[in-house]
T-cell receptor, first 111, second 113 residues
Framework: LAKTTQPISMDSYEGQEVNITCSHN???????ITWYQQFPSQGPRFIIQ???TKVTNEVASLFIPADRKSSTLSLPRVSLSDTAVYYC????????????FGQGTELSVKP | DAGVIQSPRHEVTEMGQEVTLRCKPI?????LFWYRQTMMRGLELLIY????????DSGMPEDRFSAKMPNASFSTLKIQPSEPRDSAVYFC???????????FGPGTRLLVL
């Protein structure tokens, strides 16, 4: 299973753009990169998924370089409600369907 | 759709008692996952099913834990006998054909005294 490494915590202020980078040096050819968000006392929530280049939705953007050994989740103009833990996951069907949640990045947005 | 439904939301029990957690996945989803989350160990995958069949139960901590999925709309996770170290939040998640997109339930907060 591809191992992911991301910062344990990050601080930001309202209105700023936040970029969280995840490294996954052992990513396999068929692996997708997926990011989840978890608020306190709630289950994780799917944010975005990509395979290569750039993906954008109403919540975030995901940037994946050509070698796919890392990815960056970009949150535009964060607000206090974006305070949560963000998980980067790599994997899928080619690994028996397992997705492993690492420790995640605890993002704290301050006023 | 109401999303993934879990019951009970909170459970307090005494050591040695049997605990049964329940999950109703999103209709039409082929995959169902059970996770456990603690401060010390984070979010751990316990077991997952595909079309009601257990695929990987390597995350189940020990024989005290068992999971079943008798049909596409219902799954249980049972702990017998329960121990204080089982105290955690247990999440159920389901996904359609693409396993990477998992939809989580609200979780069951279990406290074993």
């Amino acid at each position: 299973l591809a191992k992911t490494t991301q910062p344990i915590s990050m601080d930001s202020y309202e209105g700023q753009e936040v970029n969280i980078t995840c490294s996954h040096n052992n990513i396999a050819t068929n692996d997708y990169i997926t990011w989840y968000q978890q608020f306190p006392s709630q289950g994780p929530r799917f944010i975005i998924q990509g395979y290569k280049t750039k993906v954008t939705n109403e919540v975030a953007s995901l940037f994946i370089p050509a070698d796919r050994k890392s990815s960056t989740l970009s949150l535009p103009r964060v607000s206090l409600s974006d305070t949560a833990v963000y998980y980067c996951l790599v994997g899928g069907d080619n690994q028996g369907g397992k997705l492993i949640f690492g420790q995640g990045t605890e993002l704290s947005v301050k006023p | 759709d109401a999303g993934v439904i879990q019951s009970p939301r909170h459970e307090v029990t005494e050591m040695g008692q049997e605990v049964t957690l329940r999950c109703k996945p999103i209709s039409g989803h082929d995959y169902l996952f059970w996770y456990r989350q603690t401060m010390m160990r984070g979010l751990e995958l316990l077991i997952y099913f595909n079309n009601n069949v257990p695929i990987d139960d390597s995350g189940m901590p020990e024989d005290r834990f068992s999971a079943k999925m008798p049909n596409a709309s219902f799954s249980t996770l049972k702990i017998q006998p329960s121990e204080p170290r089982d105290s955690a939040v247990y999440f159920c998640a389901s996904s359609p054909v693409n396993q990477e997109t998992q939809y989580f339930g609200p979780g069951t907060r279990l406290l074993v005294l």
